[in-house]
Structure formats: structure tokens, C-alpha cells
């Protein structure tokens, strides 16, 4: 039998409030990140110019603490000391070294069923007190690296590609320095080569020959990017020259490079929740930088010339094809090459196009903020910009001024304060909500490098004496 429902008017009303209470349970009001704030709600930041957003965190409900991202809960290893005395220029056996390796192959096996991956390796290894140079040969399979001659002893502290951090234990006074690394046919066709020729980083090569080479090595580049930047008008700065901006000292350039290839989890590990560097963490943190310095003043113009991320930044300065893109339209008299490899692996083009990009990105903050102007956080705002484009950095100003651009020192004074205001309230939990996102770190890294003092010093660093660095010694192969 069919049975009627009949819908009286008190029934209906029971419904209608019954679907009202549903919706509004199912649409609760969340924090925003730092896509937004949390005045007011904004449609969904577009991908930065400059790079595809590598992290995305959930939004948050006010009272929550946002969760760790990955790249917190697993860093990079820390960085030990310098495990041996140098006795030789490092650039002169580096030098050697890779002249050696040039003339030797490397082949690259792919994975098959029964079968792993095997890519072929030959280390180069020196004594750093007489520069007496070995190869030694051996491959790759997943994160293991062996070696055919079992008297040398090792650890691998990192393994990272081409730049893993190996530790010769045996024999003594013996580092890692140049690896020639089989590439797979599918990077070949990409880098034009089938072995990448590198010196990888290790605590051995912490030395200050290195780093000092490194550092003026940068610097030699961005003077040289200026010079060929004079012609180029700025977009900030109307009536001036891209060679000399007033936001920017060859020092802030060098400070943005160094933010960009230094690893986030260790830097959050270092620093903690303190806004400044004590005598402990300045050691660390300078250690972290250092790192980035030894790998350019021993690579050179191959410095992470083969470096990418999963977002598709790649080189030296971490650009993607989407911000190479907006330099190429904006900028078509810097002179950057057209294909997206050869401008972003290039040291020269890479380091024209940031530059060109941060000058964008402030002629549209200063544009639309006009107080950033003049103001000593221009150069934070942009680069902000160039790590997580110019909306999100736009939506904080407009909402809270310029402090958070130094956030970790804004959040400890807002956290300490007994008393906020109804827009500090809103400030500091914004804040505390992002205080893991990657735009947030990398600012905190700026800050961090403007804090340090290690830099500031131009005299040069003494360079180790030469000691048995003769061409005529015998390079034994294994």
C-alpha cells in the first residue's frame, strides 16, 4: 500500500531550520594562510611569477597550531666542522681533480624487473695535506653508494645526487673533491651531457679558502649583471638604471641567493623560536651558510648549474619557466636568453633575471603601497614577492602594515604584549598560523643573514699555503 506524506507548515519549518543548522556546520569558518588574512576572505592566490608555491598549508581554525610541514620534521643533516687541516689550495687540487675526471667515463644502467638502477660514479679524492689525487670508482643504487676498492672507508652523511656529503674515513687526511656522475638518458637530453663533472659538498671542504672564493665569486657576478643591467630602465624607479638600485645592495643580491639554496628545515632547526642569533646558533647558521658559498667557490659558473626542485625552479637562482616568462615581457632589452635552461643555468642571465624580477615585483608594491617606498623593507617585500608572489605580500601589507615583513621578531614582540589591539589580535595569530610557510622562513632567512656580522667584513680571508700541488704527481686509479 502507498503511503502519503503530508507536509504541515510547523513540519516544513522544522526542515528549513534543520538544513540551515546542516550548512553551517558544514561551511565553519576557518583561518586563512598566508594566501590571505584573516580580515576578509579572497579567492585563492594565483602560482608566484617567480616560482610555483612548494609548500600548501591547510587552513586553520584560529585556536589550532598549524601543523609541521615535512621539510621541518625532516631537514637536512647538520652541518659538522671541519673534520681536517687543510695544507694546499683546495682550488688548485679542485681544479686538478676535474681536469683528471674529464677524461674519464661513467655509464648509467636503468631499472628493470630483477634488476635496480645503477648509476656509475668516480670519486676524486685528495690529500689535503701533500694533493695527492686518487679516482676511485664505484656506482649508485637507490641511496647507497659502493666502491670497488674496499681499503677506503667512508660514510655518507648525505645522499643527495651528485652533491652528497661523503666522508672518507680511510685513508686519513683523504676528501671527496670532484665526482663525475652518470646521468639517465632522460636528463641527458636536457643538460646535453651524460655525466655531471662536480665537487660536492662535504665538512672536509668547510675551509676558508673556499668560502672567501665562493662569496667573491657572487659578487663578481651580480657587479657583472649590473654593468650589463646599465641600459635597462627600472620599474620601480623610474628615471634610473637597473644597475644601481636604490632598494638593493650588491650584499642584499648576495643575501637573496643564499635564501634561496639553503634549506629551510635546517635554518628552522638552527634559529628556533628566538628572533635573534646567540653566539651558539650564529656558528650554526654561519656553518649553513658557508655550505652554500663552498659548493660556488668550488664549482664556479657550474654551481647549481643542475639543481631543480619539484616545482620546476631550477639553477642558481631558482626560476621557473613561468617567471623566466615575465622577465623575457617585461625586461626584453636585459638580454636573457629565450631558452628557459640557458637563462636560468647560466650564472650571468640567472642573476640578470632575478634582479629584473625583484624590480618588477616593487614597482607593483610601491604601486600599490605607496609607503613601502622609502622605507629599508622594499627589499624584503620583494623578495617576499619573488618567493611566493606579490598578492599574498600585497593582502599583508594592506592589512598590517610593514612589521610582519620581519616576522619572527613581529611574533615574539605580539606575543609578549599583554594587551593587543583587535587588529594586533588578528596580526598575531596570522602570524603563528604561518609561521611555517615557506614565504615566512624565507624572510626570516634574509633577516637572519642581514643579523649575522660574519659577512660584513671585506678584508679578504687568508688562503691556505700551497704545499706538494705538483702537476707531476702520480694519480693512482683504483
Known amino acids: 500500500m502507498h503511503v502519503k506524506h503530508f507536509y504541515t507548515p510547523h513540519l516544513i519549518f522544522k526542515l528549513v531550520i534543520l538544513i540551515v543548522v546542516m550548512v553551517s556546520m558544514i561551511s565553519t569558518d ?35 597550531d598549524p601543523p609541521k610541514p615535512q621539510w621541518l620534521l625532516n631537514p637536512m643533516p647538520p652541518i659538522s666542522a671541519p673534520s681536517l687541516t687543510c695544507e694546499v689550495s683546495l682550488l688548485s687540487v679542485i681544479q686538478q681533480a676535474r681536469a683528471l675526471l674529464r677524461n674519464e667515463q661513467v655509464s648509467y644502467t636503468p631499472w628493470a624487473p630483477g634488476r635496480l ?17 686518487r679516482i676511485a670508482s664505484g656506482w649508485i643504487s637507490g641511496d647507497n653508494l659502493f666502491l670497488y676498492n674496499k681499503n677506503i672507508q667512508y660514510t655518507v652523511e648525505w645522499m643527495n645526487g651528485f652533491n652528497s656529503a661523503i666522508t672518507i674515513l680511510q685513508p686519513e687526511n683523504t676528501a671527496v673533491v670532484a665526482i663525475l656522475y652518470a646521468v ?17 659538498f662535504s665538512s672536509a671542504l668547510l ?23 646599465q641600459q635597462v630602465a ?32 635546517r635554518f628552522f632547526a638552527i634559529i628556533g623560536d628566538d628572533p635573534r642569533l646567540g653566539t651558539r646558533k650564529q656558528s650554526d647558521f654561519k656553518q649553513l651558510a658557508d655550505r652554500i658559498l663552498v659548493i660556488v667557490g668550488a664549482n664556479q659558473e657550474t654551481a647549481y648549474r643542475f639543481t631543480g626542485s619539484p616545482a620546476g625552479a631550477h639553477g642558481l637562482t631558482q626560476f621557473t619557466l613561468i617567471g623566466m616568462r615575465t622577465v623575457w615581457n617585461h625586461y626584453p632589452d636585459a638580454g636573457i636568453p629565450q631558452n628557459f635552461f640557458k637563462a636560468a643555468s647560466h650564472h650571468d642571465s640567472a642573476i640578470k633575471a632575478k634582479i629584473c624580477l625583484l624590480d618588477h615585483y616593487l614597482a607593483q608594491l610601491v604601486s600599490a603601497y605607496p609607503r613601502l617606498r622609502g622605507s629599508k623593507f622594499e627589499k624584503y617585500a620583494a623578495a617576499a614577492a619573488y618567493n611566493g608572489g606579490p598578492k599574498r605580500v600585497l593582502d599583508g601589507l594592506r592589512e598590517f602594515g ?39 622562513v624565507y624572510v626570516m632567512k634574509l633577516h637572519a643573514l642581514a643579523q649575522a656580522s ?25
Not at 579572497?42 to 591547510?58: G, W
Not at 644601481?244 to 645592495?249: L, N
Open 184 to 200: 639517465d638518458p632522460h636528463r641527458q637530453k636536457l643538460y646535453g651531457t651524460s655525466a655531471i663533472l662536480y665537487t660536492p
Open 30 to 64: 576557518t583561518q586563512s594562510s598566508l594566501a590571505s588574512v584573516p580580515k576578509t576572505r579572497r579567492s585563492a592566490a594565483k602560482p608566484s611569477p617567480a616560482k610555483s608555491q612548494k609548500t600548501t598549508l591547510k587552513t586553520l581554525k584560529s585556536n589550532s
Open 454 to 478: 660574519f659577512y660584513k667584513d671585506d678584508k679578504k680571508i687568508p688562503v691556505q699555503s700551497v704545499k706538494n700541488v705538483a702537476e707531476g704527481n702520480a694519480t693512482a686509479k683504483d
Open 402 to 440: 610593514m612589521s610582519w615583513l620581519n616576522p619572527r621578531e613581529r611574533l615574539a614582540y605580539l606575543s609578549g604584549k599583554q594587551h593587543r589591539t583587535r587588529r594586533e589580535q588578528r596580526e598575531y595569530q596570522w602570524l603563528k598560523n604561518n609561521q611555517y610557510h615557506e614565504t615566512f
Open 207 to 229: 675551509q676558508p679558502e673556499l668560502v672567501q672564493a665562493g662569496r667573491q665569486y657572487l659578487l663578481n657576478q651580480i657587479a657583472l649583471a649590473q654593468n650589463e643591467l
Open 117 to 133: 638502477e645503477k648509476r656509475g660514479v668516480k670519486l676524486a679524492l685528495a690529500n689535503l695535506k701533500t694533493g695527492a689525487i
Open 234 to 265: 627600472s620599474q620601480a624607479f623610474p628615471g634610473r638604471s637597473l644597475k644601481r638600485s636604490p632598494a638593493f645592495t650588491d650584499e642584499d643580491y648576495l643575501h637573496i641567493i643564499l635564501a634561496e639554496q639553503m634549506d629551510p628545515g
